[in-house]
């Protein structure tokens, strides 16, 4: 059977908030064409923060586009602001990009915090590794994020041994971040990028045997 791209059918409305659903079928031919199948388990409701792992090549970032507008879930996500620059910025703003500098991180956690709490639909996408290269852990701004949020975390995924890509499952944090992050390494268990070796270590800083000098 030929490699193909297919979503899970996802609710248009969820606890009574419209998601938008809008699945644009270019996109998921496009992905269909290049061999990259989906599947997208529905989210538990209108607010969802979703982790993108493994993140190692360049590559990624068109194909979660794709992914993007194949599901028609109004995803938005989070980039460096260098990404925005020039002409492309109102193209990236438009397919749902939020840029974010690293080297002023103050506020941002607190804004997106805010966010999901004043919008009725709020699903946002971040790569956790902050970088294509390998890194000793995960940046813990996610994990804030969705913790002082209250919102549950998706574990995205784009799985090139395999070509598919899409959301695993949802976890509800517990605040234990060992546990928690126990929980997502065994989900992401055979996941692996373009460049596995690139890929970082699914763990955060503060966890017990976590590199000291981890980003």
């Given at each position: 059977?030929?490699?193909?791209?297919?979503?899970?059918?996802?609710?248009?409305?969820?606890?009574?908030?419209?998601?938008?659903?809008?699945?644009?079928?270019?996109?998921?031919?496009?992905?269909?064409?290049?061999?990259?199948r989906m599947s997208f388990?529905?989210?538990?409701?209108?607010?969802?923060?979703?982790?993108?792992?493994?993140?190692?090549?360049?590559?990624?970032?068109?194909?979660?586009?794709?992914?993007?507008?194949?599901?028609?879930?109004?995803?938005?996500?989070?980039?460096?602001?260098?990404?925005?620059?020039?002409?492309?910025?109102?193209?990236?703003?438009?397919?749902?990009?939020?840029?974010?500098?690293?080297?002023?991180?103050?506020?941002?956690?607190?804004g997106m915090v805010e966010?999901?709490?004043?919008?009725?639909?709020?699903?946002?996408?971040?790569?956790?590794?902050?970088?294509?290269?390998?890194?000793?852990?995960?940046?813990?701004?996610?994990?804030?994020?969705?913790?002082?949020?209250?919102?549950?975390?998706?574990?995205?995924?784009?799985?090139?041994?395999?070509?598919?890509?899409?959301?695993?499952?949802?976890?509800?944090l517990s605040g234990d971040?060992?546990?928690?992050?126990?929980?997502?390494?065994?989900?992401?268990?055979?996941?692996?990028?373009?460049?596995?070796?690139?890929?970082?270590?699914?763990?955060?800083?503060?966890?017990?045997?976590?590199?000291?000098?981890?980003?």
């Amino acid at each position: 059977m030929p490699p193909h791209s297919s979503a899970d059918a996802a609710a248009s409305t969820i606890e009574g908030a419209e998601l938008g659903v809008r699945p644009r079928r270019w996109a998921a031919w496009m992905l269909a064409r290049l061999g990259w199948r989906m599947s997208f388990a529905a989210p538990p409701g209108p607010r969802v923060l979703v982790v993108v792992y493994p993140h190692t090549s360049n590559w990624d970032f068109p194909l979660g586009i794709l992914a993007r507008f194949a599901s028609g879930w109004p995803i938005h996500w989070i980039g460096k602001h260098s990404m925005f620059r020039g002409p492309l910025r109102p193209l990236f703003l438009g397919w749902g990009g939020i840029p974010i500098d690293r080297s002023r991180p103050g506020g941002f956690i607190e804004g997106m915090v805010e966010a999901f709490s004043s919008r009725p639909v709020m699903i946002v996408a971040i790569a956790p590794e902050g970088t294509r290269s390998h890194v000793n852990c995960w940046k813990s701004g996610f994990y804030r994020i969705a913790l002082a949020a209250g919102v549950p975390v998706g574990l995205g995924f784009i799985d090139y041994a395999s070509r598919s890509m899409g959301i695993l499952e949802y976890i509800n944090l517990s605040g234990d971040s060992a546990a928690d992050m126990a929980r997502i390494r065994a989900a992401y268990a055979g996941k692996g990028g373009l460049r596995p070796e690139h890929a970082g270590q699914i763990r955060l800083a503060d966890e017990a045997g976590a590199p000291r000098d981890a980003p």
